[in-house]
Structure formats: C-alpha cells, structure tokens
C-alpha cells in the first residue's frame, strides 16, 4: 500500500533506539524526510547512518533534549514546519510512589505530558495551513490499565491523553490528526530495565522475568519494534484521515476488556 506520505517532513523524538527508531525507519522508507533526536550522540548517528542506508527519505540527526526549551529549539530550527511529529520521551522509572518527591514528578511531567504538548503547539497551526498533519504520541498501555509501579507514568501520560481528547477533535477538520499509540510490553531497553527492577525485588534474573512475561501474553511473545513501527506509518498516512483522538492499542491482547 502506498501511504501516500513520500516527501513529507517528520520530527521524531526519542529516535536513537527502541519504538522511537522504528518509527523513523518506517517512516523513511515510505519516503519520509526524518529529523530525529535524543540526548546521546553515538546511538543517535548509528541509527541515522542506519536510515542513510535505506532507500527511501533523508534523515537529520539532531543531538538534544527534548525536554528542554533549548532541545526543543533546536530541532525546530532544522525542522520548523514538520508534516509530522512522533512525540515520544523515554518514560520515568518505575518504584514505589512513597518514594518519589516533587521533583520526580514535574520531571516525569514535563517528559511525558508538557514536552509533547509544547511541540503540538509550535507545529499544529501550520500543519492546518497546510490541510496536512499527523501527531503520533506514544504514551503506554498503562495509560488504559495502569500499573502500580509506574506510577510516575501513568499520572503523566494520562494527563496528555485527556488533554489530547480536546484538541484532537478541533484539528481534524484541516486534515490533521492526533493519536496516541500505547505499546505493551515490546522488547526494548526500556522494558529490560524494568524487568531488571523486578528481577531485584524477586531475587529472579532479568531473563527469567522476561521468559515469564512474554508467557503471561496471549501473543506468548513481547511485542517487536518494527511492528510498532509499521502501525505507526500507517496512523500517519493519507489514508488514516479519518482517524483522531483514538488511543490505538498494540499489546498482543494483552489488555482484557472490550473498551
């Protein structure tokens, strides 16, 4: 299928690795010009030298933190009027919520709820000029069946969510959609690092947590990137206009109910 989107502009944050990564590959090779970001410069041009290798759109590898006001200038100033932004920030740690103080949870807020909303602001007005954009905001399954741990996640990013509710309706009739894509359990950094607190806490090693998971799906398997990814692509194609405001799980069945 062709998603139509060959030539236009994406922003994805987060993109050295994991979910983020596979967006931007999945993207490029539908033609997409990425402008990817994160905090740590190696991991960053690997995946950019990965993207050159493809045929398909250009990538910008951008050095930064985009939960800054200086990272997030940054990026804008090599992508100031994207087609289309993947908002994503790696998510806080998990623990118990006795432990965490204030600043714990203004930087979970500011990573996972203000950061995806501020670039929303500096994009979206052009996006609807245009009468194209697509936001992707990848948040968590937790956000529909929380999860005691991750706490500090499950506040933020179900701020977003409710925000988004909003404003996802508004933009829709300039062609412009807002979604979330909530992942469940994916092999990932992130997810090994939390099965690593457990392993802690259980006396278990990471690998026995992660068999034991990956048996507790309905899939028997964790979830793998590129397949996030592929969904991705498709919520940010032509033909996914009529889409907006959904929080889109991709779980392995994982989550039981029917709403």
Same mark, same amino acid.
């Given at each position: 299928?062709?998603?139509?989107?060959?030539?236009?502009?994406?922003?994805?944050?987060?993109?050295?690795?994991?979910?983020?990564?596979?967006?931007?590959?999945?993207?490029?090779?539908?033609?997409?010009? %990425?402008?990817?970001?994160?905090?740590?410069?190696?991991?960053?041009?690997?995946?950019?030298?990965?993207?050159?290798?493809?045929?398909?759109?250009?990538?910008?590898?951008?050095?930064?933190?985009?939960?800054?006001?200086?990272?997030?200038?940054?990026?804008?100033?090599?992508?100031?009027?994207?087609?289309?932004?993947?908002?994503?920030?790696?998510?806080?740690?998990?623990?118990?919520?006795?432990?965490?103080?204030?600043?714990?949870?203004?930087?979970?807020?500011?990573?996972?709820?203000?950061?995806?909303?501020?670039?929303?602001?500096?994009?979206?007005?052009?996006?609807?000029?245009?009468?194209?954009?697509?936001?992707?905001?990848?948040?968590?399954?937790?956000?529909?069946?929380?999860?005691?741990?991750?706490?500090?996640?499950?506040?933020?990013?179900?701020?977003?969510?409710?925000?988004?509710?909003?404003?996802?309706?508004?933009?829709?009739?300039?062609? %412009?959609?807002?979604?979330? %894509?909530?992942?469940?359990?994916?092999?990932?950094?992130?997810?090994?690092?939390?099965?690593?607190?457990?392993?802690?806490?259980?006396?278990?090693?990471?690998?026995?947590?992660?068999?034991?998971?990956?048996?507790?799906?309905?899939?028997?398997?964790?979830?793998?990137?590129?397949?996030?990814?592929?969904?991705?692509?498709?919520?940010?194609?032509?033909?996914?206009?009529?889409?907006?405001?959904?929080?889109?799980?991709?779980?392995?069945?994982?989550?039981?109910?029917?709403?």
């Amino acid at each position: 299928m062709d998603l139509g989107i060959s030539g236009k502009k994406a922003i994805v944050c987060a993109a050295s690795k994991g979910l983020g990564k596979a967006c931007a590959i999945s993207l490029a090779r539908e033609g997409v010009d %990425v402008t990817i970001c994160a905090r740590t410069p190696g991991p960053l041009e690997a995946t950019a030298e990965e993207i050159r290798a493809l045929d398909g759109g250009g990538v910008t590898a951008i050095p930064c933190d985009i939960t800054t006001d200086e990272g997030r200038d940054k990026i804008l100033e090599q992508c100031a009027n994207p087609d289309i932004l993947i908002n994503n920030a790696g998510g806080p740690p998990p623990g118990d919520f006795r432990n965490w103080d204030r600043d714990a949870w203004i930087k979970a807020i500011d990573a996972n709820m203000l950061t995806p909303i501020f670039l929303i602001k500096v994009t979206v007005d052009w996006m609807m000029e245009r009468k194209f954009g697509r936001v992707i905001n990848i948040t968590s399954s937790a956000v529909k069946a929380p999860n005691e741990l991750l706490g500090l996640s499950n506040g933020a990013r179900a701020g977003l969510t409710g925000f988004i509710a909003g404003i996802a309706r508004k933009t829709v009739a300039n062609n %412009v959609t807002i979604n979330a %894509v909530l992942p469940g359990a994916f092999d990932t950094d992130r997810l090994r690092s939390n099965f690593k607190h457990v392993a802690e806490k259980t006396g278990k090693s990471v690998d026995e947590v992660a068999t034991a998971r990956a048996a507790e799906n309905p899939a028997k398997r964790l979830g793998q990137a590129y397949e996030f990814g592929e969904l991705c692509a498709f919520l940010c194609s032509d033909q996914a206009g009529f889409i907006t405001g959904q929080n889109i799980l991709i779980d392995g069945g994982n989550y039981p109910g029917t709403l």
